[in-house]
């Protein structure tokens, strides 16, 4: 992974966690990977990952069994939460950016409807 510099690390490695829970990568139920064993895969120091998780267990996405580990939460409606939330800070990102480039809101929501019906178009073939 690699990390901007314009957002704390352990940021950054909450959203990469929450975007594998939510595209099913890491299915609920599902084993974490121990807090060193992210903390190599990520080039990170191991407290770092130590906070993400706890965020991320403070936001139930994750929960913790004594002695076993970190697991992925099995609350569907978490999950879906986690989802929503995800889908609006990225419709946030583009509006952002949109607004920024001198684009007005019913522009921005005809390059929407062009690059759904590409995406639709697309995946046809």
Do not use: C, W
């Not at 697991?71 to 920024?100: G, P």
């Amino acid at each position: 992974m690699d990390f901007t510099e314009d957002r704390p690390i352990y940021l950054q490695i909450i959203e990469e966690i929450s975007r594998r829970i939510a595209r099913g990568g890491l299915p609920p139920g599902k084993k974490m990977p121990s807090v060193r064993e992210l903390a190599m895969e990520m080039k990170v120091n191991p407290n770092t990952v130590q906070r993400a998780y706890h965020e991320l267990e403070r936001e139930g996405v994750i929960f913790t069994r004594r002695g076993q580990g970190s697991f992925v939460t099995e609350d569907r409606e978490a999950v879906s939460r986690l989802k929503d939330q995800l889908a609006s800070d990225a419709a946030q990102r583009f509006i952002k950016e949109i607004v920024a480039l001198g684009f007005k809101p019913a522009e921005a929501v005809d390059l929407i409807r062009q690059a759904v019906y590409a995406e639709e178009e697309g995946g046809k073939r």
